[in-house]
Every structure is written in structure tokens, then in C-alpha cells.
């Protein structure tokens, strides 16, 4: 069982930046992969960006060049940097992972980020 719990989520105007961070239960090089999702209102989740054991990042082309994942390997934690924030990147972000000993999918409770004037 790997926890995450997340933070940072809030209110901000657009045009602004955030920094969500997920703390992992486990050591992260334990894990394929850490990585952010979304689900805005209505709306299916959606990747945002992933960052594997290794450190290779992947992101949805979308928001490349706004968002930026990266990783604490010391505190089991990764950071997503939101630049340039826009309405509808309204949504909950959650934290995702993969373990890699046994391939169980993991979650985190979801952090809101609200972006309006």
C-alpha cells in the first residue's frame, strides 16, 4: 500500500502560478512512475504529467511549457509547478502512482485548484 497525500491546491487569479506537491508513503525509486492528473467539472480525468523512476518527465502536449513536474528523491516527494494559470485549468488534481513491485495502481485524495478573477 503506497499512500500520497497532496497539497497546495487554491484560489488563484488568472495568470497566476501554484505549486501542488505529493508526499509518497514510499521511496520513489520504488515506483514506476509519479505523475498528476485532472478532472475539471463534468469532465473525464485527464493526464497532466508523469515522471518515471528514472527521471523522464511526460506531459499532456496541452500544457506543455506552462507546467513543470519534478521530484524530491530525498523527501519522496513530486512538485507540479503551474505557470500562467487559465480557467479551465480549474479542476482537482490528484497524484498518481504505480508500484513497481507489485503493479498495484495508487491515488491521492485530490487537491482543488480554482483559477477565476
Known amino acids: 500500500q503506497v499512500q500520497l497525500v497532496e497539497s497546495g491546491g487554491g484560489l488563484v487569479q488568472p495568470g497566476g502560478s501554484l505549486r501542488l506537491s505529493c508526499a509518497a508513503s514510499?521511496?520513489?525509486?520504488?515506483?514506476?512512475?509519479m505523475g498528476w492528473y485532472r478532472q475539471a467539472p463534468g469532465k473525464e480525468r485527464e493526464l497532466v504529467a508523469t515522471i518515471t523512476w528514472r527521471g523522464s518527465t511526460n506531459y499532456a502536449t496541452s500544457l506543455k511549457g506552462r507546467f513543470t513536474i519534478s521530484r524530491d528523491n530525498a523527501n519522496n516527494t513530486v512538485w507540479l509547478a503551474m505557470n500562467n494559470l487559465k480557467p479551465e485549468d480549474t479542476a482537482v488534481y490528484y497524484c498518481?502512482?504505480?508500484?513497481?513491485?507489485?503493479?498495484?495502481?495508487?491515488w491521492g485524495q485530490g487537491t482543488l485548484v480554482t483559477v477565476s478573477s
Open positions: 498518481n502512482t504505480i508500484s513497481r513491485p507489485t503493479g498495484l495502481e495508487f
Open positions: 514510499a521511496s520513489i525509486f520504488s515506483l514506476n512512475y
